[in-house]
């Protein structure tokens, strides 16, 4: 069975302070993973993906085959990061849905 | 704005009616979702279409849900004899053809059943 698991429901940091958001999934193959974010107020965006390997917003995260897991991190958080994040997979082929985690909402404090 | 838009943003009804959402895609865009999200959830996977055909369908949606997407640009979703449980926001996204394209999300329209 496909799963995402996001053991976080809520993360709360000072701003500076190194962030990571855990994201655990379950799925018989090779999965696309990826990251959205939802502002306050706007749609779901995709942050990044792992295919594409890049940082955005000062943002990585890494596959990890071995512990199924996809953490999204970085170094220092900024006020405006807060939001809702979403990790999510998808397989190959097929209608390449994205099943989605519950979501953690990270808060970044001044 | 070129972006996935839905209509309406807002839908209140009372239980046991029917109502009707649109979505209307990225220009271009072949595929297209729905979702639907309740709260203290992520997204969960209802329908996909790729241009006009409905290829697959989530055990969520029950035959109370009806999709279409007629001329594989807009879609619409109709839910009939709606129930309180049905409340949620509803998402669309799209995406090109081409494997792994990224999906681009509409703004949702939320539901509530009274």
């Known amino acids: 069975a496909q799963r995402v698991t996001q053991p976080e429901k809520l993360l709360s940091v000072f701003k500076g302070a190194p962030v990571e958001l855990k994201c655990n999934y379950s799925?018989?193959?090779?999965?696309?993973l990826f990251w959205y974010v939802q502002y306050s107020r706007q749609r779901l965006q995709l942050l990044l993906r792992?295919?594409s390997r890049e940082s955005i917003k000062g943002f990585t995260a890494d596959l990890n085959k071995g512990e199924t897991s996809f953490h999204l991190k970085k170094p220092f958080a900024q006020e405006e990061d807060s939001a809702m994040y979403y990790c999510?997979?998808?397989?190959?082929?097929?209608?390449?849905?994205?099943?989605f985690g519950k979501g953690t909402k990270l808060t970044v404090n001044p | 704005d070129t972006g996935v838009s839905q209509n309406p943003r807002h839908k209140i009804t009372k239980r046991g009616q029917n109502v009707t959402f649109r979505c209307d895609p990225i220009?271009?865009?072949?595929?297209l979702y729905w979702y639907r999200q309740t709260l203290g959830q992520g997204p969960e996977f209802l329908t996909y279409?790729?241009?006009?055909?409905?290829?697959?369908k989530s055990r969520l949606l029950s035959d109370r849900f009806s999709a279409e997407r007629p001329k594989g640009s807009f879609s619409t979703l109709e839910i009939q004899r709606t129930e309180q449980g049905d409340s949620a926001m509803y998402l669309c996204?799209?995406?090109?053809?081409?494997?792994?394209?990224?999906?681009?999300f509409g703004p949702g329209t939320r539901l509530l059943v009274l």
């Open positions: 996204a799209s995406s090109l053809r081409a494997s792994q394209e990224t999906q681009y």
């Open positions: 799925y018989s193959g090779s999965p696309e």
């Open positions: 792992h295919i």
């Open positions: 999510a997979l998808s397989g190959q082929g097929g209608s390449e849905k994205l099943v």
């Open positions: 220009s271009e865009h072949n595929r």
């Open positions: 279409f790729q241009n006009e055909a409905q290829l697959e």
